[in-house]
């Protein structure tokens, strides 16, 4: 994860948490040359989930990590497991209420 970071703050120029198209231009101006501004409005297209005109860092890493790595056949199975509490292979509401709710007191009406 920290490889994403460092390159986040290198482009983040501005260091306010967000890379700006600008930011994303001098940046990749190097590797792409004349066609910066084509490639980065292809990575904005993509990445700016909420459209507001730049790339947060949530954004940011949700676009960079490495979705194969993160979501193995092993850890989506665990994670199943967690919510599957009665092992029956299948998932219901209240299996979803009593693990996002443990050790809270939410209001029946909420589920």
Excluded: H, P
């Amino acid at each position: 994860m920290s490889e994403i970071i460092k390159a986040f703050n290198y482009l983040d120029k501005e260091k306010n948490g967000k890379i700006s198209r600008k930011e994303l231009i001098d940046g990749f101006r190097d590797i792409y040359g004349d066609a910066v501004e084509e490639e980065v409005n292809k990575i904005f297209d993509r990445i700016d989930f909420d459209g507001n005109g730049v790339i947060d860092y949530s954004e940011w890493v949700i676009a960079t990590i490495d979705k194969e790595k993160l979501l193995t056949k092993e850890k989506l199975e665990l994670a199943f497991s967690l919510f599957d509490q009665d092992g029956s292979g299948t998932v219901d509401a209240n299996e979803v209420k009593e693990l996002l709710c443990a050790g809270r007191d939410i209001d029946d009406e909420v589920w």
